[in-house]
Each structure stands twice: as structure tokens, then as C-alpha cells.
């Protein structure tokens, strides 16, 4: 098939970027996006022009690396599903396909499609981790977890640190991301004696972030390419007030 | 040794806290007016308002109520205007084409349009009763229906009442999951009475104005 694309050039942070239009024939439905934009590289290394600068590691879908805005949506039209794992099947000869950046303050574009998430890095690097060194893998009953804390914090568990939610959030708020953290360990025993100082850690460096605040539209996880539930947001809502109002954490 | 309230005050998720919690009063205060207001409807020629509306301003708490409420909506709306020029700094490069995977609504992608159409009715509100309360006490029934007579008054407060209601019908929801309450059982319950509420509530203030300015109100 052919396709009409509509990509974002930016050539580094301290240039302005703009929506560039490329033609690309030849695209088979069993490619998956990537393999399209590797296609639409060889064309442009071909013809001597700068290729598109992209974002992307496992391919599998696994490994948070890969994503952009197409045609408005988060890692495309498909549900659960990051950039790599959307095929071209989805489109149809003839279509145009708009390729942006995740847009937010907190992450700037570095190139092209490329944006940088170590902003990311510094609110997992703020509390979301165990700090006590647990050894090696104990017998799996020796500490009993309910299986819906269990199952629920694999949920959360599931966050692969993408930023789609940040890019999907109409206020560009990284609640999601940081809920998931927040709200995977404040389920199990492990997570529980740096459950306070956790939250509160977290969400301050978020908000240093400059990333926006939640206002419930819920785009975050219905773009979620791993479906990581709403209800993480309310739970490190209610950790946060936890934290502020019950425990002697942050005095 | 306050810091820690400081903290809470300023970060994205106490300052979403005290909006909902500030917004849940609001809507206990709506409640209850709208309940006050419904004698409007009593086909008495207003004596049943005007008892109401004599007896509240004889309450000698009034002047206190009066304070909190205007707390509670000074503290809500300065906490928006925060939040959504935080908002609009997280994302100052905008997206070519805006799509949606499909929860955002007009609802809640237009709390801050809405909240300020009702802050224009309300200034207007509380223009029309409360600032001139000398006249409105001489005969309060005959004030409401000699202002919402008034078409341009009346298109204020139905344009303010429809802005409450697409407000509400985000809002009742919305607070309850950045108050951190969010369970499999009450959640879905929550968000249909919240927009029930909404409905009840706007329906509620617009048979008013409605009512008034379609001249079926009294002795005309």
C-alpha cells in the first residue's frame, strides 16, 4: 500500500520542528509500524536526506522504548498495544498518518520523534524501588499475599515507563506512571516500611517535573499500552493523604 | 513546623484533594439552596419564600456561614486557576491532530470554561440578591420575580445553570478519586449518581429563571 505520512522533524532541542510529508509506497500489511519507518529510512539514506530519528529497542512490546502520537493517538489505534506491536494492517492504502512526539514540557524533543524521559528516571529514582536487599527468591508462600493484592499490584507491576499516559493526558500529568509505582509496592509487605516516604518522595518529584496535574479525564489509561487501571491514581491519592495526614513521614 | 502543610498545600495531588473536597461542600451548599429555593413553587404568592428567606437572614450564624461559603469558593477557584495554568505550562507545543481514546469528555475538558461561566453568574447573582439586600428583604418573592423577569438577567442565570451542570456532572465523580476513593464496588455507582446529581440539581435551578421569565411566576 501507499501512504501519505505526516512526520515531525525537529533536528535537535534548540530548533523549531515541523510537520514534514513524505510519500512511502510498497508498505505491506504485515509490517509493523517500525518496520514502515525503517522502510521510509532506506529511502530517505538513499536519497541522501537525514532519516527520521526514532525511539526504539525490543520490539516486542515489552521494553517502554518505543512511541509516538499517530494520527492523535497514543501508540496508535490499537488498545494495549505499544508502537512496535501495531501493524500496518490497521491502515489502508491511501491513508495519511500524522507522526508526532510525545508533547510535554517535562519531556523535550531531542530529535525528530525522540523525546527525553529522564525526567522519568529521577521520580523512579525518588522512591520507587525497596531499598532493603531481600537476597535470594524465598520459598513463594513464605510471606502469603491475598491474591487480589497480588494480581493488583502485578497490574500496576505492569508499567513499562513509555510515557504514553504523560503524552495522552490532556494536562500532560504523569500520574499514571508514578501511580503505578506508588500503588505496585504500597500492595505488598515488601513495599510497606518505606510505604510513606515513598509517596511523598514520588510525587514531589514528579510535580518538580513540571509535568500537569490529574484532572480525571482518564485518557492516561485507556492509552496505556500495558492497561494499567485508574484505580492507581486514586490509590496514591489516598497514600498521599495517608502519608501527609497519618504518619510521621516529612515533618 | 508547618512545612509539612505548606507541602501538602503545594503539591499537584493535595492541591486536587482540597478541590474536591472544596467542591464536594459546594455541592452540599447547592443541595441545600436549591431546597430553599423549591418554595418559590408554592403557589402561596411567595409567603412561603419569604418566610424562608426571612428566617435565614434572622439566623445569627449567617454572617459566619456567609464567610465560610465565600472560603470555600475563593479556595476552589483560586485552586483551578493554579491547576490549570500548571496545566497548560505542561504542555505548551500542542499536538497537530487531537484525537481521543475515548474517556475524555466535554465535561471534563471544560471544568475551567464551565467553573468561570458560573463564576459569572454568580458575581451577577449575587448582585441581583445579595449586595442589594436591603431592597430584596422588603418583599424577597417579589424581588426574584421582578429580576428574572428580566430576559438578559434570565439568559445569564440559565446560560450559568446549564455551565453548573456540565460542571457537576465531571466534578461529583472526579472528586472522589482524588480524594484517593476508588473501589470496584461504589466507583460506577458514584460516577451514574454523580451525573444524576448533575441533572437533578440544574434541572432543579433552571425551572426558575425558566418559570420567572416565562411569566407564570405570581399575580401576573
Not at chain 1, 522519568?120 to 487480589?148: E, L, W
Request: with cysteine.
Amino acid at each position: 500500500m501507499k501512504l501519505n505520512l505526516k512526520i515531525w522533524r525537529q533536528k535537535n532541542g534548540q530548533t523549531k520542528g515541523a510537520m514534514e510529508n513524505y510519500e512511502l509506497g510498497g508498505v505491506s500489511s504485515d509490517m509493523s509500524f517500525l518496520e514502515m519507518l525503517d522502510i521510509l529510512n532506506e529511502q530517505l539514506i538513499s536519497e541522501g536526506t537525514d532519516p527520521v530519528a526514532f525511539d526504539h529497542d525490543c520490539r516486542e512490546g515489552v521494553c517502554g522504548t518505543c512511541g509516538s502520537v499517530v494520527n492523535g493517538q497514543v501508540h496508535g489505534p490499537d488498545a494495549e498495544t505499544t508502537l512496535c506491536q501495531l501493524h500496518m494492517r490497521r491502515f489502508q492504502d491511501g491513508d495519511t498518518v500524522q507522526i508526532e512526539p510525545w508533547r510535554s514540557t517535562a519531556f523535550p524533543v531531542l530529535k525528530d520523534l525522540i523525546v527525553d524521559r529522564s525526567a522519568f528516571d529521577r521520580i523512579h529514582q525518588a522512591g520507587g524501588y525497596v531499598s532493603v536487599s531481600t537476597g535470594a527468591a524465598q520459598d513463594a508462600n513464605a510471606i502469603p499475599i491475598p491474591k487480589n493484592d497480588a494480581e493488583l499490584a502485578f497490574d500496576y507491576a505492569e508499567c513499562i515507563g513509555c510515557g504514553g499516559c504523560v503524552a495522552a493526558c490532556p494536562n500532560g500529568a504523569a500520574m499514571l506512571f508514578t501511580a503505578a509505582k506508588v500503588a505496585h509496592l504500597a500492595k505488598l509487605p515488601q513495599g510497606q516500611p518505606e510505604r510513606e516516604r515513598r509517596v511523598l518522595a514520588m510525587v514531589g518529584a514528579m510535580d518538580k517535573e513540571g509535568f500537569g496535574a490529574c484532572t480525571n479525564h482518564f485518557e492516561c489509561s485507556a492509552a496505556c499500552p500495558k492497561g494499567v487501571p485508574i484505580d492507581a491514581i486514586a490509590t496514591m491519592n489516598r497514600e498521599y493523604l495517608r502519608a501527609t495526614f497519618l504518619s510521621k513521614e516529612g515533618v | 513546623m508547618l512545612s509539612w502543610i505548606e507541602r501538602f498545600v503545594s503539591s499537584s495531588v493535595g492541591r486536587k484533594a482540597l478541590m474536591a473536597l472544596t467542591g464536594l461542600m459546594l455541592i452540599g451548599f447547592l443541595i441545600a439552596h436549591l431546597a430553599g429555593n423549591l418554595s418559590l413553587f408554592a403557589g402561596d404568592e411567595g409567603a412561603a419564600f419569604n418566610a424562608y428567606a426571612h428566617g435565614i437572614s434572622s439566623l445569627p450564624i449567617l454572617p459566619i456561614a456567609e464567610l465560610a461559603l465565600a472560603l470555600l469558593f475563593i479556595g476552589h477557584i483560586a485552586l483551578a486557576v493554579k491547576t490549570t495554568r500548571e496545566n497548560r505550562r505542561a504542555r505548551l507545543i500542542g499536538y497537530q491532530v487531537v484525537s481521543t481514546h475515548g474517556q475524555k469528555t466535554f465535561a471534563s475538558q471544560s471544568m475551567f470554561l464551565t467553573g468561570v461561566t458560573v463564576l459569572i453568574f454568580l458575581i451577577k447573582h449575587l448582585w441581583d440578591f445579595r449586595l442589594q439586600k436591603e431592597a430584596f428583604e422588603v418583599d424577597p418573592f417579589d424581588s426574584v420575580q421582578t429580576a428574572l423577569s428580566d430576559p438578559l438577567t434570565a439568559c445569564v442565570y440559565i446560560l450559568g445553570i446549564v455551565a453548573l451542570g456540565i460542571h457537576l456532572s465531571h466534578a461529583f465523580g472526579s472528586a472522589f478519586q482524588s480524594l484517593g476513593f476508588n473501589h470496584p464496588k461504589y466507583t460506577p455507582l458514584l460516577r451514574v449518581f454523580g451525573k444524576v446529581l448533575a441533572v437533578l440539581l440544574a434541572t432543579g435551578f433552571l425551572a426558575l429563571p425558566l418559570y420567572f421569565w416565562l411569566g407564570q411566576g405570581g399575580s401576573n
